[in-house]
Structure formats: C-alpha cells, structure tokens
C-alpha cells in the first residue's frame, strides 16, 4: 500500500519561496513517476509538475521557470521548489504517484501566497 505525506505548505509573501516535500511508504519508487498537482478554490485540480522515474520532467506552463520538481529515490522522497510565488499560486497542493498503473494521492497541503 503507497502512503504519500506533504510537508513544507504554509503562508509566504509574493515574490517569496518554498520547498514541498512528499515522503511515500511501500515499494517501487523509484520506478513511479511522481508529482505535484494543485486544486485552487472554484477552480479544477491541475498538474503543477512530475518527473520519471529517468528524470524527465514535464511543467504546467504557469510555473516554468518558477519551480523545480526533483526527486531522491533512495530517500522516497519528492520535492518541489517554488520561487518568484504569485497569489495565483495559491492552492492545496497534492502528492501523486503513479505505479503499475495506479495512481496515489497525499492528503495535501496548503499553500498560501498572500501580502
């Protein structure tokens, strides 16, 4: 059974930073992709970001060049580096990870960017 826990959300200032990460029990991560997705209130979930287990990446185009999605496999680990935050990036942030055709939700986290 793949648990995912979130840690790192809370209140920063725009223009400010923060760094998610998610931790997965069970086997097999290192061969999961794994990702960030994020749901703003009245607004649908949407992917932020994921990468393979190669370490290919795929980002949502209103985070390029704002966010970094890394991974630390012998740690079962996943993080997401958030810089230059915006109000818009506002939202529940969720872990996902995908293996043998499941797909794994954390709890999420929240991410509040607000003067």
């Known amino acids: 059974q793949v648990q995912l826990v979130e840690s790192g959300g809370g209140l920063v200032q725009p223009g400010g930073s923060l760094r998610l990460s998610c931790a997965a029990s069970?086997?097999?991560?290192?061969?999961?992709?794994v990702g960030w997705h994020r749901q703003a209130p009245g607004k649908q979930r949407e992917l932020v970001a994921r990468?393979?287990?190669?370490?290919?990446?795929v980002y949502a185009d209103s985070v390029k060049g704002r966010v970094t999605i890394s991974r630390d496999s012998p740690k079962n680990t996943v993080y997401l580096q958030m810089t230059s935050l915006k109000p818009d990036d506002t939202a529940v942030y969720y872990c996902?990870?995908?293996?043998?055709?499941?797909?794994?939700w954390g709890q999420g986290t929240q991410v509040t960017v607000s003067a």
């Open positions: 996902t990870l995908r293996q043998l055709g499941n797909d794994y």
């Open positions: 069970g086997s097999f991560f290192s061969i999961s992709t």
């Open positions: 990468i393979s287990p190669s370490g290919n990446t």
